[in-house]
């Protein structure tokens, strides 16, 4: 750590300041208390104050030096003690030479400034403490700072390690599913099948490329997640249908990536895979109070055997929105006779 007193500037001017305001009052005391005259008073005072404002600067290091790292309070103390006893011995005899050489001839001076040499020798004990306390003082805050803020970097480093782990837990996810679906077709209906591997390429490039950001637009998020609708398209011909209900100022709205994507893979397994009937799948987004709402919901066959999931889709957006944005209330599940909604709330602020 650099010297504050010759490296920041504000510190340097208050240091100053506090010295200018000891110029002063040591001006002050010795025109009323010991009668001499002005000349003497400034020339007493602004030689043994700058002497030591100079000196203090110096303090500083050795303050550094003896530091908890490098040794125990009690050889802390004693190394303290001595330095103040040198310190101001030094300061006295440096002082009482350079400004008897300047006040040779006032003899009144000359006389007071032998029966101050003592007085003088404890405020420089008492300069000393004062500014190794202002020291200790400035080293505390600053490794406080500094401790501030490498826990923020690191509580950000750990936000973005379980943000990308979330975010990368979807891939496989997704492409398990979408595996099984060519699979399946590979036998049945090979050209739909290499249509849907082309389908689930184009869909991947993407996300790889997305996985730098954190956030995208949501129109790209929808270009993306449609990529999906068309490989489960392939599939499931005309068992779904997707409709769009974005008002203009959603489509650039910031949203976490691959946000949308498992929101039409749990519509697509748990409506269309189920349900003998055709399954609409809504997606909407509108402007509410300081939020943007986006909704997809699609109807479902009550009558039908749920089937078994690892639930990560759904729980994986609670849990990304709540690390991005700082609240556990922006994803609301309602599921309610036979449809079924997630709706997601997105800050307009964005934090």
């Known amino acids: 750590m650099s010297n504050p007193f010759t490296s920041n500037k504000k510190i340097f001017a208050a240091y100053a300041s506090m010295w200018f305001l000891i110029f002063l009052s040591h001006v002050t005391i010795i025109m009323v208390v010991q009668k001499l005259n ?24 050795a303050v550094r030096f003896n ?17 103040a006893v040198i310190t101001a011995g030094i300061w006295v005899a440096a002082g009482d030479f350079i400004v008897t050489k300047v006040l040779s001839k006032d003899k009144v001076y000359i006389e007071f400034l032998a029966k101050s040499i003592i007085w003088r020798f404890l405020i420089g004990i008492l300069y000393y403490i004062v500014l190794v306390s202002i020291d200790y003082v ?13 826990e923020v970097e ?50 991947m490039r993407n996300t790889l490329v997305k996985n730098e950001t954190q956030k995208s ?14 490989i489960e398209k392939i599939r499931f011909t005309d ?7 974005l008002k203009p100022e959603c489509r650039e709205v910031e949203v976490p990536n691959m946000i949308l ?26 402007m509410e109070k300081e939020y943007f709402k986006i909704s997809v919901e699609n109807n479902f ?51």
């Open 38 to 61: 002005l000349f003497s008073a400034v020339t007493d005072s602004a030689i043994f104050n700058f002497i030591y404002m100079v000196v203090g600067i110096g303090i500083w290091y």
């Open 67 to 83: 530091s908890l790292e490098n040794y125990s309070t009690v050889k802390i103390f004693l190394n303290h003690i001595v330095a």
């Open 138 to 150: 400035i080293i505390y805050y600053n490794n406080f700072q500094e401790k501030v803020l490498k």
């Open 154 to 203: 690191l509580k950000g480093l750990i936000k973005e390690a379980e943000l990308n782990a979330l975010k990368y837990q979807i891939n496989p996810h997704f492409i398990f599913n979408s595996l099984n679906s060519i699979s399946s077709l590979t036998i049945s209906n090979p050209q739909r099948a290499q249509d849907m591997t082309i389908k689930l390429s184009s869909f």
């Open 217 to 230: 637009k949501l129109v790209d998020e929808l270009n993306n997640a449609k990529l999906y609708m068309d």
């Open 239 to 245: 068992k779904f249908e997707f409709i769009e209900d």
């Open 261 to 286: 994507q498992p929101l039409f893979e749990n519509a697509i397994k748990h409506g269309v895979y189920e349900s003998l009937e055709k399954v609409t799948i809504k997606l909407s987004c509108c």
């Open 301 to 351: 066959d009550p009558e039908s055997v749920p089937r078994k999931g690892a639930g990560i889709g759904i729980k994986n957006i609670q849990n990304r929105m709540k690390l991005i944005y700082n609240q556990d209330n922006l994803v609301v599940v309602d599921k309610k006779d036979s449809n079924f909604r997630v709706t997601i709330y997105v800050p307009m602020s964005g934090k």
